[in-house]
């Protein structure tokens, strides 16, 4: 051979390289933006479906499903295509253009979905059929042409580059799974959040226009060709009994795996938390394990001498491997337990809570999914080898994708729900062995005794259990374990959208009932010998705060079961005539019957009806309207839940509450953030007219909002109902006046901090919330804050008026009625010195007047709801218990100034309270600020402003002066002149 040739055939090899190595990589990227996909679409059709569990399984399927399909047309078609890797690179184009359109088909379908086809059907079993018929359309023509992209990638490189054919399956194997798996992580944590959905599918879109325009220049290198006819074995030819036997393994392989994929991450939730970030981080695992498997099987493929038995074997180890997780489940909870108090609550933190938990996944998963990952390119290369051309490739992946989507179905709608998450786990195992055992003596000539005896071990390992208790502990919360000497289980169930426990802690008659779902404590009611739960707190007030606020509140709607105690609550009032209680998990309805005493009314009155819906899909097919609609979800950082705290979902609900209804949301003050519960608020203030903010106690909020006027605060007397009353006696409610303790704030001042800070609504399709929530409870971060919004009303002056305190319960336990109280007692003439003996007596002792400042001083900042002429009288009565003190003396002045709302003399008495003290508590120097912006001295507030922003942080009365000092300083609408009454 000349030498020129030489150099011509080294080119050659050099380039067939090259190619080779950029077209790896652009299958890595295909995998990428695939996975992308698979994450964008359960997110957008969560948003649809109503819950991210039925999403989940329906993306899986309808993405299995269309893959199948496309594989199988791939493989019918590709004698075909001239040239494969154009083929490739048009299918690859198509992908990107259908992500571009995806969204707006999407908003325009839904929407026409829930405004025109869904009242139309009104009956739920033609919505569902429809809602599933709608989500298979949007996302099936894009699963179709993702499923064809294995098959011509991977014939493409068994044609062009026909040597080590086993390599190429092995490595083209590994490189999509693994984009695949950094595709979904970097889709859920950086993209999501950084540019929405619709911004993450264009980034998908535009990687598959990259994919397809290098491929398209490749292309333009190989000439075309087609595919050859197959040349077959003898015995192949005659009855394909090779080709039958392992197109079943494939399918039975794909259907136990993922029988594991939904098993493992129903059980991990309970470990990480059923967060979106936990399901990215279990998808990942899963997805790597197949990578790991196809890149570690490259280099061994064409050595084996045995390829049948090698997949025997290797099927039987990947079903004793998936057994063996249930042996060391229960001892993740203790692991996740020792992370979470070995971690510090900050956001390094939570970058190593995030990569445990993935190395939790990862034991879990890795060793079985490391063999699934052999598999395929294991049957492929067994049929190439026997004579099949490249169309055995789409056989093959069609065959595994069709035993996946009959995985996925067995494993939610019948085995989990029926035979719980461990069977599921050993279902999946046995017919893997099964399979193994089947290849082993049919075409590798094993044994049956041999092969029969490994059944045993996940027998035995059936009789493994799980810890009930630590599954409902809810580890990844605060990193603790319910002890089984402090409470039991009553109630397990694996249902369909999630796991659902009842814990009893303590003694029957001296008893705390917690209804769990996937862990995380939903509900807890104590026994009625012990003093309520603050759980039982918001349950209660959630109803009776809008039954008092409506005049005729006839039609209600709960959304959320719960413990069931709201809808009791509801139903226990005789002005209310139906209560529509709407609850998406069966296994919940089921579990809160455990307290029935406690809601047996939600069961038994026959004004009680409870759906199993979604909320979206209840209330665009059910064309009641409602006078009250109480919206009770889970926490947002749940998967899905974060949903039904957007703008889309207000809007939608708007539609169903009447001209003169209220909307009730209920929102969780911990492990949340302030700015997180902010961007609900705006997302609720883009929707509803008007909205006032209640609290139940410290850790949990209650909105209410009016949809199309101004929202009055008289509170009907609902204690005449005896019912009601007996419910609100349980949590020491006696009087209006309790209720009225509850009132925070409202929207004028919610509005102003919006606008002051810049807060970006919660959307469905730019999820902050969901985004953010997981972070936040790791952080444990409390929004908590926003209580002190009540104390604008005492800059305000507008409800010191409001409230006797000398009504309120003296057993009212909610913190703002304690100030209240214990203001009200400090200002009584029982603790204040009368006599001049007394006053002397006092004024000897620098200690005893320094205490009585810093109690009158504590009186004084929660003075929000003692009248006026209290705090005058009091002033004017004790103006002698001075102690010839100048500080004792402007204090005086200062609060009489507040009760008065005299601004000048406000300024006036601080300074010299300032000139006397040297310092001054936070509330005085607010309330100085609040009086330089009111008398227009806007620099001087200014500056003061500055000062006050040096020693707070995201103090959310700042906030709010902040708002009033610009709306002051641009002369436009200001609330400042709102005034509100009850």
Partial sequence: MSTLAINDRITLLLTNAANRNILILVFFLSGFSGLIYESIWTQYLKLFLGHAAYAQTLVLIIFMGGMALGAWLTSKYLHKFSNLFLAYAIVEAIIGLLALVFHNIYVASTDFAYN??????????????????????????????????????????????????????????????????????????????????????LTAGLINFAVALVTWFISKQFASGIIQPPHLEKQETADHRTLKILLIVAAMTGAASFMYEVAWIRMLSMVLGSSVHSFELMLSAFILGLAIGGFWIRNKISNIANPIQWLGFIQIIMGILAALTITFYN???????????????????????????????????????????????????ILLNKGYNERAI???????????????????????????????????????????????????QISKLKIAAILIIPFLISFLKFDQLKMASGVYRKGTLVSPESAKIIYHKDGKTATISVIEYGDKENSMQVITTNGKPDAGITHLSRPASPDEDTMILSAAIPLALHNNPKQVAVIGMGSGLTSHVFLSSDR?????????????????????????LAYEEAKSNIHIADAKTFFSSNQKKYDIIMSEPSNPWVSGVASLFTHEYYSLIKKSVKEDGLFVQWLQAYEISPELALSIFSSLDKVFYDYHLYASNPSDYIIIASPNKVLHTELYDIFSNKKLASELKRINHESITDLKTHHITYKPVIKNILLAGNIQSNSDFFPIVQENADKTRFMNSTAASLIDLR????????????????????????????????????????????????????????KSINKWIREFSQSANNILWIKKETIIKFVNNHSHVTCNNKKIVAMYDYYKSIAKQNHYNILSSVKEYIKQNKSIDLQMRLNYLFSLIKLNKLN?????????????????????????????KSNIYSPLNITIKF
């Fill in 394 to 444: 789409g056989w093959v992946y069609s065959s595994n994708t069709v035993g996946s989507i009959l995985g996925v179905a067995i494993a939610v709608q019948l085995i989990m729900p029926l035979l719980g998450l461990k069977n599921l786990i050993i279902s999946g195992s046995i017919l893997d062995i099964l399979m193994g055992f089947f290849l082993l003596t049919s075409l590798a």
């Fill in 940 to 968: 001087e507030a200014e500056l003061e402003l500055e000062q006050i922003k040096l020693k707070t942080h995201n103090n959310l009365i700042v906030i709010y002066l902040d708002s009033l000092l610009k709306t002051k």
């Fill in 791 to 846: 104390l604008v009303s005492i800059l305000n002056g507008t409800q010191q008026d409001s409230i006797n305190p000398e009504r309120i319960s003296k057993n009212n336990s909610f913190e703002v009625a304690k100030a209240a109280l214990n203001s009200l007692s400090i200002l009584s003439k029982d603790n204040i010195p009368t006599s001049i003996e007394e006053v002397k007596q006092i004024c000897k002792n620098n």
């Fill in 576 to 600: 209310v005539n139906q209560v529509d209680t709407i609850e998406i998990e069966p296994a919940m309805v089921e579990g809160a019957k455990n307290f029935y005493e406690r809601n047996h």
């Fill in 331 to 381: 001892y993740t909870f203790d692991f996740m337990a020792f992370t979470m108090q070995a971690l510090q609550r900050t956001e390094p933190g939570y970058i190593y809570f995030n990569l445990i938990s993935h190395f939790i996944c990862l034991v879990m998963m890795l060793p079985a999914t490391i063999c699934a990952g052999m598999t395929l390119p294991l049957i492929t290369y």
């Fill in 116 to 201: 025109t086809v869904m009242p139309f059907l009104g009956s739920s079993g033609p919505i569902e059929i429809f809602k599933w018929s709608l989500a298979t359309l949007l996302i099936l023509p894009q699963t179709i042409l993702l499923g064809s992209t294995f098959p011509l990638m991977s014939a493409g490189f068994i044609h062009y580059f026909p040597e080590k054919k086993g390599h190429s399956l092995s490595i083209l194997y590994f490189s999509n799974s693994f984009g695949a798996a950094i595709g979904v992580l970097v889709a859920g944590f950086y993209l999501v959040r950084t540019v929405g959905l619709p911004g993450t599918l």
